[in-house]
């Protein structure tokens, strides 16, 4: 899987859709075995498996963009809510 491997063989914080590969969804957030806070979209297409690195982080870098996208008053977007639900579990283990 090249440069995602960390990635699947890390911690899954957060998921949207199929399981396209083993540990791999179609919209993952991950922990990383380097230590980084991964966001992959990936899908499947006739045997082929296709991925985009959205952004690789650092935890700190991670927890603060996260921070940022809180808006009062607002409801998050559903792009968001996986990033929030990803930090609630990725402060838990921290």
Request: proline fraction near 14%.
């Given at each position: 899987?090249?440069?995602?491997?960390?990635?699947?063989?890390?911690?899954?914080?957060?998921?949207?859709?199929?399981e396209v590969n083993q540990g791999l969804w179609e919209v993952g957030i991950y922990l990383g075995t380097d230590s980084f806070v991964y966001h992959i979209v990936a899908e499947a297409s006739g045997g082929v498996i296709d991925y985009t690195i959205i952004s690789k982080r650092q935890v700190g870098e991670y927890l603060r963009w996260v921070d940022g996208l809180f808006?009062?008053?607002?409801?998050?977007?559903?792009?968001?809510?996986?990033?929030?639900?990803?930090?609630?579990?990725l402060r838990e283990l921290i």
């Open positions: 899987m090249g440069p995602i491997q960390p990635a699947i063989e890390g911690t899954k914080l957060e998921a949207d859709g199929p808006r009062p008053g607002q409801v998050p977007s559903e792009t968001a809510g996986i990033h929030f639900r990803a930090a609630r579990k």
